[in-house]
């Protein structure tokens, strides 16, 4: 029909303009945002776990590559330096609060950071996986810049974790404040701590849903488990035989 025609024409012309695929991005997480806030807040509808089935549906109808997607998309993922480097503002506000909590704060980092590598690695490997898969699996809990840079040094799929790591995000935030209310845990600083450890930004965008200071200790949690599974993930590998 010509109208279908029509549509069809404009739709190849828009889809060739680099702003549509950054006002496709925001709309799907506003759209995924406004549902969560609908729902009260239901854990289950995560506005980033729905921002990306939208446009992971809209892609797969329309045939768009990827590349293409993200040659308008690219934008919003050059924020992300910015919106890492803001999380030191509400660290700064509650600095006399972090300086005096350090000795916990390293031992629950180094147990959330081994924990998370090996415990990822150990299932990998008794499920059959193959090696770069296992590798690929240790850097799971970490921001996704540095996990996949973390994943080629030790031998692993840069784009295989950064799924992964998306996946890890996800779960953990959805299922992450529920569980620690069932186990007792309720204090800001441990909810949003080991968030951020088990879930780096997808957990910590919740935690600081969940308040300021709970937000603040996630993004503290962030920096700290990439820096230190940076040093050991390599370490462990190496001590293994695997890389």
């Known amino acids: 029909?010509?109208?279908?025609?029509?549509?069809?024409?404009?739709?190849?012309?828009?889809?060739?303009?680099?702003?549509?695929?950054?006002?496709v991005t925001l709309a799907a997480y506003l759209a995924g945002y406004r549902l969560f806030m609908a729902s009260h807040q239901r854990a289950w509808l995560?506005?980033?776990?729905?921002?990306i089935l939208l446009i992971a549906g809209l892609l797969a109808v329309t045939g768009?590559?990827?590349?293409?997607?993200?040659?308008?998309?690219?934008?919003?993922?050059?924020?992300?330096?910015?919106?890492?480097?803001?999380l030191a503002v509400p660290l700064v506000r509650h600095w006399a609060r972090i300086r005096r909590m350090w000795l916990p704060l390293a031992v629950g980092l180094v147990a959330g950071s081994l924990?998370?590598?090996?415990?990822?690695?150990?299932i990998a490997w008794g499920l059959g996986a193959s090696l770069r898969t296992v590798l690929s699996m240790a850097p799971k809990s970490v921001?996704?810049?540095?996990?996949?840079g973390i994943a080629e040094k030790i031998g692993g799929l840069p784009s295989l974790t950064a799924v992964l790591v998306i996946l890890t995000g996800i779960v953990g935030a959805v299922l992450g404040p529920g569980l620690l209310a069932r186990l007792g845990i309720r204090e800001d600083e441990v909810r949003g701590y080991a968030l951020g450890v088990?879930?780096?930004?997808?957990?910590?965008?919740?935690?600081?849903?969940?308040?300021?200071?709970?937000?603040?200790?996630a993004g503290l949690a962030i920096g700290?488990?990439?820096?230190?599974?940076?040093?050991?993930?390599p370490l462990l590998a190496s001590m293994l035989?695997?890389?």
Not at 143 to 148: D, F, I, L, Q
Request: aromatic share 10%; glycine share 8%; with cysteine.
């Open 1 to 23: 029909m010509p109208m279908d025609r029509n549509l069809l024409d404009i739709w190849v012309y828009l889809s060739a303009q680099p702003l549509l695929w950054l006002a």
């Open 46 to 51: 995560n506005p980033v776990a729905l921002a």
């Open 64 to 86: 768009t590559p990827y590349a293409r997607y993200f040659e308008g998309a690219q934008f919003v993922h050059f924020l992300l330096g910015p919106a890492t480097v803001a």
């Open 115 to 122: 924990t998370a590598a090996l415990s990822a690695m150990a």
């Open 143 to 148: 921001t996704t810049p540095v996990a996949m």
């Open 198 to 217: 088990a879930a780096h930004g997808i957990g910590t965008a919740r935690a600081f849903q969940l308040g300021s200071l709970c937000g603040a200790f």
């Open 224 to 233: 700290l488990n990439a820096l230190l599974t940076a040093l050991l993930v």
């Open 241 to 243: 035989g695997l890389s």
